[in-house]
């Protein structure tokens, strides 16, 4: 089944401990991306990645980092979490980068930052 | 600053009936909008998508219309389900097509 799959669905944390959440697609797309959902805020990129190796930043990239060493990756990272990366998190992924191939996305990570 | 917006949170429609979701935007370079559905404890899925060059697209039940002048998209469904409630986003990307502003999102909800 073509999916993307992330993990964990939840986490919780505390200040500063580091985290990782991973992200796999199993349909050679060539784009990924992360974003997060907050309430009022809707969804907002945070980090893309239109192939291996070349990663940009979104619009809130401030406190993550992502890489991209394989295709089907691309875990986020947040080194030093902090209460305000408390949020759902989505991966998402599409063929080309293009508005015309629509992204497909997986069923989110509840991280909560104590 | 939020690019693309949704002023509805909540929308309520009895079954059978029209559903409009609209969306308003203010960035003129963004040539593609684009809907997504999303069910709780799921992902956005793509429901449908619009060019600019286009002022309306149809799929089945779901319209969208576009309205470049205004910079205004509407979701039209047709009737409506109890299984469309869920909540919808509108996105919409410029050219380079590598980064998609999404909207708040409204939350649907067909009484049956």
């Not at chain 1, 979104?58 to 990366?85: A, C, H, T």
């Not at chain 2, 370079?29 to 429901?47: I, N, S, V």
Request: contains cysteine.
């Amino acid at each position: 089944e073509a999916q993307v799959t992330q993990n964990p669905r939840y986490l919780i944390t505390v200040t500063g401990k580091k985290l990782t959440v991973t992200c796999s697609q199993n349909m050679n797309h060539e784009y990924m991306s992360w974003y997060r959902q907050d309430p009022g805020l809707g969804l907002r990129q945070i980090y893309y990645s239109m192939n291996v190796e070349v990663t940009d930043k979104g619009d809130v990239p401030e406190g993550y980092k992502v890489s991209r060493k394989e295709k089907r990756n691309f875990p986020l990272i947040l080194e030093s979490p902090s209460p305000n990366q408390t949020s759902l998190y989505f991966c998402a992924s599409s063929l080309m980068g293009t508005a015309k191939t629509p992204l497909h996305f997986g069923n989110g990570t509840r991280l909560t930052v104590t | 600053d939020q690019q693309v917006k949704q002023n509805s949170p909540s929308l309520s429609v009895q079954e059978g009936r029209i559903s409009i979701l609209n969306c308003d935007y203010t960035n003129s370079m963004f040539d593609y909008f684009l809907w997504y559905k999303k069910y709780p404890a799921e992902g956005p899925t793509f429901l449908i998508s619009i060019s600019s060059i286009k002022d309306k697209n149809e799929d089945g039940r779901f319209t969208v219309f576009l309205n470049k002048s205004a910079k205004h998209l509407s979701l039209h469904i047709v009737p409506s389900q109890p299984g469309d409630s869920a909540v919808y986003f509108c996105a919409a990307s410029k050219p380079t097509g590598n980064q998609f502003y999404f909207g708040t999102g409204t939350s649907l909800t067909v009484i049956p």
